[in-house]
């Protein structure tokens, strides 16, 4: 059965092996060296900025008709794993772009895309995501932003809460309630601008991880936009916030991978480095055992979020199930694999002298963000008794 080309479809295309060789190369020259900087600082990493819009990796997502380079949802995911190999905050760069413009791409008006689109693949900008509030966070139909019609456009008030990247973006996409008599089909999604009148970018949160990585609060305050940077219809806010989910799950799916694949790659490298009872402790069972299963792990994580990844692409429907298990999946994947680096540093894990330390506490987050794992699972039953 040796060379059967039925076997072909479990491989990917040459192209995105090409892909990754290029965005592993960049990662490891460009990005990799100021990792710790940038966690140590909690400094954003101006140099994988620099770096990714150089090379056309800042937003490779953006279709070829507003100026990007049209990559498909599999591309997104080499591209965001890999700089998340060996730094989970300037991995963020790729995905927040997407997830702040998915929601315009899916349904957004062409002049608002034209708008918007061009300036975030040429790296002019970047986007950012507003749908999380202090008050409705995995409840997030409860939301409080209001936006009310004026003369000529929209007037928001309220704030949103945990916007990645949160004042280092241009534009956000933002979800406000404009009929509050009618729940979640009462919320609208609408693009704003930083400088956008009653725009005010709040404190940032002081985090465990992902320390490169604004996260802010927003302020609406009297903000004044024009009446077309409405995404589609009045009141399809919330259905368009749960259509982009399906489409982003799979990048964070895809960023845990990274990071897992990173802190594996270490393990490896420390393992079989570090002597103990006159041999190196890669050659203890115990030690290949935990190595084994971290790499099958990392693995099986991979396939799952790149088949979410290709059936978004494919444009299919009843998503959710998929793009939440390859998201939860991954990100409980990235959490066990770097617990078990850091074990296997032993106590120089714990210190802040090896990256694994900081590829667990980044690790975290992904179990949280874009939906914890609790509301993974929430999302999967749903579509299993649906």
Request: charged share 25%; with cysteine; net charge negative.
């Given at each position: 059965?040796?060379?059967?080309?039925?076997?072909?479809?479990?491989?990917?295309?040459?192209?995105?092996?090409?892909?990754?060789?290029?965005?592993?190369?960049?990662?490891?020259?460009?990005?990799?060296?100021?990792?710790?900087?940038?966690?140590?600082?909690?400094?954003?990493?101006?140099?994988?900025?620099?770096?990714?819009?150089?090379?056309?990796?800042?937003?490779?997502?953006?279709?070829?008709?507003?100026?990007?380079?049209?990559?498909?949802?599999?591309?997104?995911?080499?591209?965001?794993?890999?700089?998340?190999?060996?730094?989970?905050?300037?991995?963020?760069?790729?995905?927040?772009?997407?997830?702040?413009?998915?929601?315009?791409?899916?349904?957004?008006?062409?002049?608002?895309?034209?708008?918007?689109?061009?300036?975030?693949?040429?790296?002019?900008?970047?986007?950012?995501?507003?749908?999380?509030?202090?008050?409705?966070?995995?409840?997030?139909?409860?939301?409080?932003?209001?936006?009310?019609?004026?003369?000529?456009?929209?007037?928001?008030?309220?704030?949103?809460?945990?916007?990645?990247?949160?004042?280092?973006?241009?534009?956000?996409?933002?979800?406000?309630?404009?009929?509050?008599?009618?729940?979640?089909?009462?919320?609208?999604?609408?693009?704003?601008?930083?400088?956008?009148?009653?725009?005010?970018?709040?404190?940032?949160?002081?985090?465990?991880?992902?320390?490169?990585?604004?996260?802010?609060?927003?302020?609406?305050?009297?903000?004044?936009?024009?009446?077309?940077?409405?995404?589609?219809?009045?009141?399809?806010?919330?259905?368009?916030?749960?259509?982009?989910?399906?489409?982003?799950?799979?990048?964070?799916?895809?960023?845990?991978?990274?990071?897992?694949?990173?802190?594996?790659?270490?393990?490896?490298?420390?393992?079989?480095?570090?002597?103990?009872?006159?041999?190196?402790?890669?050659?203890?069972?115990?030690?290949?055992?935990?190595?084994?299963?971290?790499?099958?792990?990392?693995?099986?994580?991979?396939?799952?979020?790149?088949?979410?990844?290709?059936?978004?692409?494919?444009?299919?429907?009843?998503?959710?199930?998929?793009?939440?298990?390859?998201?939860?999946?991954?990100?409980?994947?990235?959490?066990?694999?770097?617990?078990?680096?850091?074990?296997?540093?032993?106590?120089?894990?714990?210190?802040?002298?090896?990256?694994?330390?900081?590829?667990?506490?980044?690790?975290?987050?992904?179990?949280?963000?874009?939906?914890?794992?609790?509301?993974?699972r929430v999302v999967m039953a749903r579509a299993l008794l649906r």
């Amino acid at each position: 059965m040796a060379g059967n080309p039925d076997f072909d479809l479990f491989g990917l295309p040459e192209e995105h092996v090409e892909l990754r060789n290029a965005i592993r190369a960049l990662s490891t020259k460009e990005i990799e060296p100021y990792a710790h900087d940038v966690d140590e600082k909690s400094r954003f990493p101006e140099e994988a900025l620099k770096a990714l819009v150089a090379s056309g990796f800042n937003a490779i997502h953006v279709p070829e008709a507003y100026g990007g380079q049209g990559a498909d949802s599999v591309a997104a995911c080499i591209v965001i794993e890999e700089v998340a190999r060996v730094c989970v905050s300037s991995s963020l760069i790729p995905a927040v772009n997407k997830l702040g413009t998915m929601g315009l791409i899916l349904k957004g008006s062409e002049e608002l895309k034209a708008q918007v689109l061009p300036d975030i693949a040429s790296g002019e900008a970047m986007a950012s995501y507003a749908l999380s509030e202090r008050e409705a966070g995995s409840d997030a139909a409860s939301m409080r932003t209001r936006a009310v019609r004026s003369d000529d456009g929209w007037v928001l008030n309220g704030t949103k809460c945990w916007i990645t990247n949160g004042g280092k973006s241009t534009w956000y996409t933002v979800m406000a309630v404009t009929d509050p008599d009618k729940g979640a089909r009462g919320i609208s999604a609408f693009m704003v601008h930083k400088d956008d009148p009653g725009f005010v970018v709040g404190p940032l949160e002081k985090k465990m991880g992902i320390k490169g990585s604004p996260t802010a609060e927003l302020y609406f305050e009297d903000c004044t936009i024009p009446a077309d940077r409405i995404i589609g219809e009045e009141g399809t806010g919330f259905k368009t916030a749960l259509e982009t989910l399906d489409h982003t799950r799979p990048t964070i799916g895809a960023q845990a991978v990274g990071v897992a694949q990173g802190a594996l790659d270490q393990a490896i490298e420390y393992t079989k480095g570090r002597r103990q009872f006159g041999t190196a402790i890669s050659n203890f069972q115990g030690v290949e055992f935990m190595l084994a299963d971290m790499a099958m792990k990392v693995e099986a994580a991979r396939l799952m979020v790149y088949t979410s990844a290709a059936r978004a692409e494919r444009g299919e429907k009843n998503l959710g199930f998929i793009s939440s298990a390859a998201k939860c999946f991954a990100s409980d994947v990235a959490m066990e694999v770097t617990t078990n680096a850091v074990q296997l540093f032993g106590g120089a894990g714990y210190t802040r002298d090896f990256p694994v330390e900081r590829m667990m506490r980044d690790a975290k987050i992904t179990q949280i963000y874009e939906g914890t794992n609790q509301i993974q699972r929430v999302v999967m039953a749903r579509a299993l008794l649906r």
